[in-house]
């Protein structure tokens, strides 16, 4: 195991000191980054702590992975997964706007953005606007027939709730959704995730969707989250 471990989910207010004072329960610390914005100085939420040994990062991450530090309960990971993370976040944050202009260009009712893990077939929900429990766990992608098709294919599909199969009927029972649009987000090798644009009543048939823009809008995000990765 690598010495080096991120810590996420800290207090703005965290200092170099007390995490250090922290960590050194569990062996001894070579050094402690609390990351800041380059443009702003501002603390950004997460640090990295260098171990002495791989030993004590080992039981650093097992005693204090979700203990409460400063009123927030901690998220400790290997360096290496816990960088990835952040990277993801962050590219997320930025997408919001423009995937929120696009719902509004398509005047859909909400959007949602899903994450493809290609190794496990999961689909982890990161944006979900009407319902946030689509975002709280993994649902494997042999579930949603008509996604898992659109991401084999590389192709958009509109799913009516007729058309629904699986849990894919699901996503129409709580808000009265009458249609939406699956785009597939993918780079020249993997398959890295889907946006769905959901139609109701009141946004207008989700037939009258340009797909040309929304494909457009799945090329540019795809092309951001490919550098998470």
């Known amino acids: 195991m690598a010495k080096r471990l991120f810590v996420g989910n800290l207090s703005y207010d965290a200092?170099?000191?007390?995490?250090?004072?922290?960590?050194?329960?569990?062996?001894?610390?070579?050094?402690?980054?609390?990351?800041?914005?380059?443009?702003?100085?501002?603390?950004r939420g997460y640090a990295l702590v260098t171990m002495a040994t791989a030993a004590g990062a080992r039981v650093a991450l097992e005693r204090l992975d979700g203990e409460s530090f400063e009123g927030r309960p901690l998220h400790v990971v290997a360096d290496e997964e816990g960088a990835a993370r952040a990277r993801l976040a962050g590219i997320i944050r930025r997408l919001l706007g423009y995937v929120r202009y696009a719902r509004d260009h398509e005047r859909a009712a909400a959007v949602s953005l899903f994450i493809f893990d290609e190794t496990t077939g999961d689909l982890q929900g990161v944006l979900a606007e009407w319902d946030w429990t689509r975002t709280s766990f993994?649902?494997?992608?042999?579930?949603?027939?008509?996604v898992a098709e659109a991401l084999s294919k590389r192709e958009i599909r509109v799913i009516t709730a007729e058309q629904a199969f699986g849990v894919e009927q699901g996503?129409?029972?709580?808000?009265?959704?009458?249609?939406?649009?699956?785009?597939?987000?993918?780079?020249?090798?993997?398959?890295?995730?889907?946006?769905?644009?959901?139609?109701?009543?009141?946004?207008?048939?989700?037939g009258q969707a340009?797909?040309?823009?929304?494909?457009?809008?799945?090329?540019?995000?795809?092309?951001?989250?490919?550098?998470?990765?």
Not at 216 to 224: I, L, N, P, S
């Open 15 to 43: 200092s170099v000191s007390a995490l250090r004072s922290l960590f050194e329960s569990c062996g001894e610390v070579e050094e402690v980054e609390v990351a800041t914005d380059g443009k702003s100085g501002r603390p």
């Open 138 to 146: 993994p649902s494997h992608v042999s579930e949603w027939p008509t």
């Open 171 to 206: 996503w129409f029972e709580a808000r009265g959704i009458r249609g939406s649009v699956c785009v597939p987000l993918c780079d020249d090798e993997r398959r890295l995730g889907v946006l769905f644009f959901d139609f109701d009543a009141s946004a207008g048939p989700v």
């Open 210 to 229: 340009d797909l040309s823009f929304l494909a457009d809008v799945g090329v540019r995000c795809a092309r951001a989250l490919g550098r998470s990765k």
